[in-house]
């Protein structure tokens, strides 16, 4: 299949693209300070001996591509501390990493992450709601996947994107055990001879979850270990930028058919639930200041206490100076009040938050954005 022609980012870096190569060497070839998310998938160092088969003798489509052979722990943990060293190297200061794994490998992950200065947010466990069941019958039926979520440093200011996480659980706050099925069905990609076009295909509720809890539209995502694309092809349906780099030509070319056909929602679907904290501020003072409240405008509460509006964006009622939260607050005699919802000013007859002037003034600003 022919390779597309990259598109080049402002820092150079070819977007929307899979990279053919070693994941390390490719990432020390991309500009420093350059990505906002890693997804990583490293190879999970399964070390299994033998074939594995169900009970009716039947072969499992297990693990045991070269690629997740390593011939000790040591060299396990050389890698893996070199591929965390060059990710980092490339996350932008606020910059974040997401690493799945299993038991045999995300602890001797989770510590060289920690060694390396990565600042841990969460451990989240993906509970599979479908998971394989354990043939042999030896150990507990292994129905979970492990992913840490990591900031680059521990001043990072990471994207966390808290209400639409909630928005996504039903209004309740999201937790950190995640049940999901694994691929099946149409969602499981396959070969020319019928079986499993990857071993650990993720599937893309999965990856749905990632980029929209830590990403914004048009966040650059890097995947080091692409496989057949779950990433990119979430990252496109969800307006994200991504790059992928894959050593394996098999999966590039199944990871590209798969990309070339997924559908980027439309622009205006795209934005999600966000926190009140994560809006621009405003300055009571500025509605003062373009006129929208006058100075010695009377400012009612719901239980009908008066203030007035002074020049400098304060208030004053009775005794009682100060800010339009300090002043509810002194007059409810509570240790703090939120002045937004607490006040309305009157406009043709009609009692009306201020809380509305300062959206009104938010919108404009989103709009100076946009243009």
């Known amino acids: 299949m022919a390779k597309r022609d990259p598109e080049t980012g402002a820092k150079g870096l070819p977007m929307d693209t899979i990279l053919a190569g070693d994941c390390i060497e490719v990432m020390q070839s991309l500009p420093a300070n350059s990505i906002d998310l890693i997804f990583a998938d490293p190879p999970y160092n399964l070390q299994l001996k033998g074939e594995l088969h169900r009970p ?16 000790s722990f040591q060299i396990y943990d050389n890698f893996t501390r070199a591929w965390l060293k060059a990710a980092r190297r490339l996350l932008k200061p606020d910059g974040a990493l997401w ?37 042999r019958g030896k150990r507990l039926t292994n129905a979970h996947e492990t992913m840490i979520w990591a ?32 691929c099946t069905g149409h969602e499981r990609l396959k070969g020319t001879a019928g079986e499993k076009a990857h071993p650990t295909q993720k599937p893309e509720s999965l990856l749905h979850r990632v980029l929209v809890a830590s990403t914004d539209p048009g966040d650059v995502v890097l995947d080091p270990f692409f496989g057949t694309g779950t990433t990119g092809a979430v990252a496109r349906k969800l307006g994200r930028r991504f790059i992928g780099i894959e050593r394996e030509a098999a999966y590039r070319e199944v990871a590209e058919r798969r ?108 709009e100076k954005r946009t243009n």
């Open 259 to 366: 990309i070339a056909a997924a559908r980027k929602y439309d622009r205006e679907y795209l934005e999600v639930s966000t926190s009140k904290r994560a809006e621009p501020r405003v300055p009571f003072g500025q509605l003062v200041e373009r006129g929208m409240l006058r100075p010695g405008e009377v400012l009612t509460s719901p239980g009908g206490k008066t203030a007035k509006v002074r020049a400098d964006g304060t208030l004053i009622a009775d005794s009682v100076k100060g800010s339009i939260h300090q002043v509810g607050a002194a007059l409810e005699g509570a240790p703090s009040c939120n002045g937004w919802t607490y006040w309305c000013f009157r406009r043709d007859g009609k009692s009306v938050p201020i809380d509305l002037l300062r959206q009104q003034i938010r919108a404009e600003m989103a």
């Open 151 to 182: 900031a680059k440093s521990e001043s990072s200011k990471y994207t966390f994107n808290y209400e639409a996480l909630k928005a996504l659980n039903e209004g309740v706050q999201m937790r950190s055990d995640w049940v999901l099925p694994i």
């Open 56 to 71: 009716d003798n039947s072969r499992v489509d297990a693990v045991d591509d070269d690629w997740d052979a390593f011939d």
């Open 99 to 135: 690493v799945i794994g299993s038991y045999h490998n995300i602890f001797r992950v989770g510590a060289s992450l920690q060694d390396a200065g990565y600042w841990i947010l969460n451990d989240v466990v993906w509970r599979k709601s479908n998971p394989m069941p354990n043939f």
